[in-house]
């Protein structure tokens, strides 16, 4: 299997003519693409996606933000899911074309904010990190997501065709501190036990799209940190993978297709990821189920959470998982 070329400085994700840059194709450690140009003039228009997703991990809750600007429309959420009660606070704001929604053209290039009168949230770089607060009825937060170690994460370009195409960065090892508030109740986030995953987003879709995405964060058995990064059918057929695991700050892709196997009739029986390194099982507690249909766009999403327990094989060596939290997703999307 041939792995992807990886890209060691910068370039730009499309060229002058609104069309995909071949010289971006490919992956890299950190980010290096501009992205400036996907929502420049009239090419493309309705189907430039832009988001920034958050996940925050803690023993106490899950909770996260999505800023997105999807052309015709802004959405955004913000939920929360405490894991001892149960209880669920989940806020979506959709605001016609992307009214008050601002986003950087490329990652860290400025402050990204959005939300409506009753949702609000805000992302910006700051000296230890990254600052995401975000309010909605229901649940606040204000974290920070700081780095360890060389903070690599994984960037990869995607190309359905010249006119088709997307840029990620998934960076699941974010270690965070700050507070979050759920239904009144504040919780603050313990050090060495909270962890912040990033999903960044730039590119011009398919209308239909259907994929897979796993994540988890946390120590590992003989305690190193571990950031757990896999995807799934969007990347099918394209001769690129966003697979890698990242063991303390240092990024080690997985240039390999993974087999997924999970029950379609029942999202919390395990679901098991099979490659040549990797054999992990994720044994769920919870199915973040969201459905929504507004017509020309509708999106139905289960994000499953549980622990993973298993094996990946990184430089040569076994790596043992035995509870990690993390989650695994089947998404379909019409937009």
Known sequence: MTAPREITGPVALVRPDGRLNRDA???????LHDTAGVKRGLRGLGRNKRWEYWL???PEVLFSLTLSDIDYAGVHTVWAYERATGRRVDETAVVPFAWHTDLPGSLGDG???GGSRGLAGRIEETE??????ARADGVRFDV?????GPGESLGVVVPWSQHRFQYTVKDPLRPASGWVEVLGRRHDLPAGE???ILDHGRGRWPYSMWWNWAAGAGLASDGRALGLQFGGKWTDGTGQRENGVVVDGTLHPVHEDLTWDYDERDWLAPWRLTSASVDLELRPFWDHDAVMDLGVVSSVAHQVFGTWHGTVRVGGQDITIDGLTGFAEDVRNRW
């Open 144 to 148: 920070t997501a700081g780095r360890l």
């Open 194 to 196: 909270s962890w912040a």
């Open 56 to 58: 925050v991990i803690t």
């Open 128 to 133: 230890g990190g990254t600052r995401v607060r």
């Open 25 to 31: 194709v490919g992956w890299s450690r950190r980010p």
């Open 111 to 113: 402050v990204a904010e």
